[in-house]
């Protein structure tokens, strides 16, 4: 008899676990709180105008490649992407701008108009990360379930490389002098919601995988790529219960066995929570179950930053580039005030989006799609978002005429502002951190909620409150991982590639170009 499977959260990691467990003769049941597929990355759609909800674009397609190949479909068939040049601009408040591409020559051409001595070290930089990354894929692709994993032999080769007590900012210190160039290559911690001065070196590997392997754009926004997985799913037999939250995780023992929503009571032989993790815990398993992750414990844990958004639909066009970053001119403050004072700054640094200079689908002929992100402190006392909310927003409107967009309030037709304190009330994200759980040493590999979760028997993680962590691509991974150790629980094969050592092919994901 086919075994039951349930799994809470149409998410990214969830729809790609249904996929992989259905591929494999599984059957399949997904119960989502929300009336859409794909959790955070989602769209938001008013008057042709569309946006996603979070991640605004993609990175290493390989992963994702071959789990769409699992379930019998292409990647590039479903989903058309477009690798963008330059990946974004950078502007830095301290002063100077970079059109961050992956044509070596004219990186370097532009780093050396800045800093002409660290235009030099921009290839030496590619290359020791080439290894890293190399060197580091196992460790992406495997659970930690204990230190006996930690500390085996191929771990403890990658020590030297891996430079555990180094932050970001310290590693790229041996190859970059200015401090704006190594903001260019260190910013992407705050993916994980982190800062590069804190961030494990490790994470230097996350501005390599940019220029090596591309920044994209899916057509349609990232919402198209959970879609995707959707109708894939769906295809295989997946049920997926829109609108139908999980109300309680059902135990027998230390066993889960299935769980209770408002249509009844829904039995299964395992349970893939792909809901956040912090937020799952404290609301649908009793406190007095848990063990490690208690509800005081999960208190003291170290969370990542949130993030302030606005959602503008407005007239006209602009001219510049898809992605765009201001970085503040005393960012360390900036930062500060984000993971340390709980304050909110008054020369932020944001990202603004504008993909409808690449992909004329998210909003009317003459009009634009804008997106506005404005990294800011998860919910603390310090920050009442009822009070705030209108003075942020206009200061926000005032610094992004920073990065090129004038923009009059009059031509706003469509706005939708969304705080951490909606993060957390209106999309379950404990205390709004949408990072998740910080990705510090102390809460790493065996160290965040395992993939096989440890405290209960049947249960199993996929996103990024578990290992890898955050990030849409080592959110696929987990979803690798916890299907392939539940298939193994359930004594069943894998009926689907998984490489060991997955690079990207040459497709959609072509190395740093040489030329100018």
């Not at 946006?51 to 058309?80: H, K, N």
């Not at 070290?121 to 020791?128: A, D, K, M, V, Y």
């Not at 198209?224 to 109708?231: C, E, G, V």
């Not at 992100?373 to 978002?385: A, C, E, G, K, R």
Request: aromatic share 10%; net charge positive; with cysteine.
């Amino acid at each position: 008899m086919s075994k039951e499977i349930i799994i809470i959260g149409a998410g990214p990691g969830g729809l790609a676990a249904s996929i992989l467990l259905a591929s494999s003769g599984v059957k399949v049941s997904i119960f989502e709180r929300l009336p859409v597929v794909g959790g955070r990355t989602s769209t938001l759609e008013s008057g042709g105008f569309k946006f996603d909800l979070g991640p605004t674009f993609f990175l290493y397609p390989q992963v994702l490649r071959e789990i769409f190949a699992a379930g019998g479909a292409s990647l590039d068939d479903e989903v058309p992407m477009t690798r963008l040049d330059p990946q974004y601009r950078l502007i830095f408040g301290a002063g100077g701008e970079l059109n961050c591409t992956p044509k070596v020559a004219e990186m370097q051409r532009q780093i050396a108009a800045i800093s002409p001595a660290d235009a030099l070290q921009f290839p030496r930089f590619l290359n020791e990360n080439r290894v890293k990354l190399k060197a580091m894929m196992p460790c992406l692709q495997n659970p930690f379930l204990g230190w006996s994993d930690l500390i085996n032999l191929r771990m403890l080769k990658l020590l030297p490389m891996i430079r555990p007590h180094q932050s970001v900012d310290n590693y790229l210190a041996g190859f970059f002098k200015d401090p704006r160039i190594r903001l260019a290559f260190s910013f992407q911690s705050k993916y994980l919601g982190m800062s590069p001065f804190r961030c494990p070196s490790l994470f230097s590997i996350l501005s390599f995988l940019e220029y090596e392997y591309g920044v994209f754009h899916p057509t349609g926004g990232c919402a198209s790529i959970t879609r995707a997985l959707a109708r894939l799913a769906e295809r295989l037999g997946v049920r997926i219960h829109l609108g139908e939250p999980v109300e309680e995780i059902l135990f027998q023992g230390r066993r889960a066995t299935g769980v209770r929503t408002p249509s009844g009571i829904h039995r299964a032989d395992a349970l893939v929570v792909n809901a956040d993790f912090a937020r799952a815990m404290t609301r649908l398993v009793p406190d007095h179950l848990r063990r490690r992750w208690t509800n005081q414990k999960l208190e003291k844990k170290k969370y990542s930053c949130s993030t302030f958004m606005m959602y503008l639909g407005v007239d006209g066009t602009f001219h510049q580039p898809h992605h765009n970053i201001y970085i503040a001119k005393d960012y360390r403050k900036n930062l500060a005030d984000i993971e340390d004072r709980h304050v909110l700054s008054e020369d932020p640094s944001f990202y603004v989006e504008n993909p409808s200079i690449t992909d004329p689908t998210l909003a009317p002929r003459g009009q634009s799609a804008l997106y506005v992100l404005l990294p800011v402190s998860h919910q603390h006392p310090n920050i009442d978002w009822h009070r705030e909310k209108a003075r942020f927003r206009k200061l926000a409107l005032s610094r992004i005429a920073a990065a090129g967009f004038d923009l009059d309030e009059s031509r706003i037709r469509f706005e939708r502002v969304v705080t951490p304190a909606d993060w957390d009330a209106r999309y379950e994200i404990f205390k709004g951190a949408t990072f998740n759980l910080a990705h510090s040493l102390d809460q790493m590999l065996h160290l965040r909620p395992r993939n096989r979760f440890e405290e209960f028997d049947g249960m199993y993680l996929v996103g990024g409150g578990t290992h890898p962590g955050s990030g849409l691509p080592v959110i696929f991974e987990s979803a690798r991982i916890s299907s392939r150790l539940l298939l193994e629980d359930l004594g069943l094969p894998a009926h689907w590639r998984h490489s060991t050592n997955s690079m990207p092919d040459q497709q959609l994901a072509t190395p740093a170009l040489q030329e100018v």
